[in-house]
Nanobody, 125 residues
Framework: HLVESGGGLAQPGGSLRLSCAAS??????????VAWFRQAPGKEREPLGC????????TIEDSVRDRFTISREFPKKTIDLQMNSLEPDDTGVYYC??????????????????WGKGTLVTVSF
């Protein structure tokens, strides 16, 4: 299953780095397409971006493109979401989701096979 980590409290303007790991998989997420989502209090789940397993390419939603990045971390075998210039509206539960050899073509609709339980990010003074 998937496990998110790295959430917590950050001040506006600060940064956090979230990691998504595959528990019990020796190769980690190497062959999985991985997407990140978030859900703010009282709002619907929002897609943030996705890393394709077929091309290695990364897609980031326009709403966060200038502040968030997704990367594959080789030593840790994780797919990380780096969040910079955090704003109070970034507060929410952040989820990663994955599917085997997924190309991210439809990730905005969800529908991936594996989901983590989420990690809470709070942006506040």
């Amino acid at each position: 299953h998937l496990v998110e980590s790295g959430g917590g409290l950050a001040q506006p303007g600060g940064s956090l780095r979230l990691s998504c790991a595959a528990s019990g998989v020796s190769t980690g997420l190497d062959y999985y397409g991985v997407a990140w989502f978030r859900q703010a209090p009282g709002k619907e789940r929002e897609p943030l971006g996705c890393r394709s397993a077929t091309t290695g390419g990364v897609t980031i939603e326009d709403s966060v493109r200038d502040r968030f990045t997704i990367s594959r971390e080789f030593p840790k075998k994780t797919i990380d979401l780096q969040m910079n210039s955090l704003e109070p509206d970034d507060t929410g539960v952040y989820y990663c989701a994955a599917a085997w050899y997924y190309d991210c073509s439809t990730y905005q609709r969800g529908g991936l096979d594996y989901w983590g339980k989420g990690t809470l990010v709070t942006v506040s003074f």
